[in-house]
């Protein structure tokens, strides 16, 4: 009898150790899948508004990528949101990654770039419930919207600089890929530059990548040795090696994205800075606050999510004041842009 009520004792107490660990295991946890995803799930049976963003570069680039996941970070501190995101996207990854963060029950997923469209645009109409969004695209759906910069804007003023800048008269636009909102930005660039010096010539290179430093390098390199002096470069972790092209051959460059004044103050004339974070928590708070439009959302100089950077130490006060004049009459449309998407 002893030993029966001994066993109906153990029993009792891996019964109360059970449960006990059952209970632990009901907090947050951390789980991980993709390239470099990271997420968090909330407290069991708790609903919680969850984004997700597919980034083409790392969260490390100093530019377009990087940005857009501080943005994903504000959305997650100031909305209360969960997040996750998968960064150094291959294009033929896109559908499968997409397809798996709505199977989870994401409220919004991101493609962070125009080479994100196809792909949202095929996912969107498997998944009508959950909302999607392009940065920089220009698809449109029932649940699926673009949010935009106002292209061309950063583009004129960046011409204006090169412009008054070049003693050559040689500019180059050292870029990744040769897509429309880049094209928007060229465009314009070049018809600033001609307006403020007729004699100005621009030419474009593509490397093909975001992220190869290397073949940024190498654009720039022979863009200098074709004897241009003012580069304006429009990449990823790519912007970094052009100005270290820049600083090596003494010649003058302008940045993406990030402001990079700080870098090379005497070869970085300005950054044309667009904060990607901001238009990101944007256009996500108007989805969380149930504005969710299948529209083209458009955000620029006006909004201030984009903007001239800090001047580096060879650009005159006569060219700022330029530059700010150019600023207020795009803003009042006293310019207009060419091109559009």
Known sequence: MAGGKIGKLLIGVLVTCLILGLAACGGKKESTSGQGQ?????????????????LPGSINDGGWSQSAYEGLMEVKSNLGAEVAYTENVKKNDQVQIMREYAR????VILGHGFEFSDALKQVSSEYPNVKFAGIGTKVTGPNLASLQFKYGELGYLAGIVAGRCTKANKIGWVTATKDPTGQMELVNLEEAAKKVNPQVSVTAAYTGSWEDINKAKEAALAQIANGIDVIVTNHDAGNLSVIQAAKEKNIMVI????DYCDLAPDNVLTSMVQKVSSLIFMGVKEFKEGKFEGKIYQFGLKDKVQYVGKYGNKVTEEVKNEVAKATEDIISGKIQLKGSL
Do not use: C, H, I
């Open 255 to 258: 940045g993406w994205t990030g």
């Open 38 to 54: 990271t997420t968090q799930e909330s407290k069991q049976g708790e609903k919680r508004f969850k984004v997700a963003l597919l």
């Open 104 to 107: 989870k029950g994401y409220d």
